[in-house]
């Protein structure tokens, strides 16, 4: 395994998270019924590719700190997609890397380069920028949620530094449980409807769309660090107006193609110093 594989391994996980905002909103459910049902898919895939590789399943401090904040996320996300607009919905889950830096420096006594927050910087304001013909200043208690998404993301991104891979794993399969577990209550209060077509986006949500990708960011994390994990995650609110192109027709302005640019110059330019910075100190150490 090596950083580049592990940065494509990653951004093949942002491009299939992606699709999310558009078949989530094919599902007349609940966001924590959606939340639910889709992590037991994700879980099922976690479990096989976990069983292949023989991986023991973990529970340790830092599994279950990491299960939990991933719970977190997921639910949060679903239900935010659900009461606030998906431009609001991803924008918000989107300041995972602020809240990275600002929990990493203010509690780990963390010190980043000065790259490291102009990337994030940048990459924040370009994803501002793609989404501001969306955002909307009403509905409150989706953006709080929304928001908090974004952090519990950041706290999952930081729970996956220096641990192995079956810590990693059993993380990812735990959020999946304990998200699944949230989602059950939530199915007997409101009764989802059945249907082909809602059936047919669970199943693409949960094998494609998060069991697959967390297979591969849990495994390709090991070799990034969490905040250059958590910018390569830029692309996916990059893609999710493609897909309403697509299938929607509605094609995005000026602005947020200035903004699209924006993000992938400064993701880019960090990937670039940061692989010479890792250079330098190799020949240092040589």
């Given at each position: ?51 292949a590789k023989r991986l023991k399943l973990t529970v340790n401090r830092r599994s279950l700190f990491g299960g939990a904040a991933l719970c977190a996320t997921m639910t949060l ?210």
């Amino acid at each position: 395994m090596t950083k580049n594989k592990a940065i494509l391994e990653i951004l093949l996980s942002a491009a299939l998270w992606s699709i999310a905002g558009i078949l989530m909103k094919q599902i007349p459910w609940s966001g924590f019924v959606i939340a639910g049902f889709r992590s037991l898919l994700a879980g099922a895939v976690m479990a096989c590719w976990m069983a292949a590789k023989r991986l023991k399943l973990t529970v340790n401090r830092r599994s279950l700190f990491g299960g939990a904040a991933l719970c977190a996320t997921m639910t949060l996300f679903s239900v935010a997609n659900k009461t606030t607009t998906a431009a609001n919905a991803i924008v918000l889950q989107f300041t995972n890397p602020i809240w990275i830096l600002l929990i990493s420096a203010l509690f780990l006594k963390k010190r980043f380069r000065r790259a490291d927050i102009l990337a994030v910087a940048f990459t924040f304001l370009g994803i501002v920028l793609f989404f501001l013909d969306g955002l909307r200043a009403g509905k409150t208690a989706g953006n709080l949620v929304a928001l908090a998404s974004g952090l519990a993301f950041g706290l999952y991104y930081m729970s996956l530094g220096d641990c192995g891979e079956a810590e990693r794993m059993s993380a990812v399969l735990l959020g999946h449980g304990l998200t699944f577990l949230i989602g059950i209550p939530a199915a007997v209060v409101t009764r989802p409807v059945l249907s082909a077509a809602a059936l047919l986006c669970l199943f693409v949500l949960g094998v494609f769309q998060l069991g697959i990708p967390y297979v591969l960011l849990a495994h390709a994390s090991g070799w990034c660090p969490p905040l250059i994990c958590a910018l390569l995650g830029a692309l996916e609110p990059l893609l999710n107006p493609v897909w309403v192109a697509i299938f929607d027709g509605e094609r995005p302005g000026v602005t947020a193609l200035i903004g699209g640019v924006i993000v992938i110059c400064a993701v880019t330019a960090l990937c670039i110093y940061d692989a010479r910075h890792d250079g330098s100190k190799k020949e240092a150490e040589a």
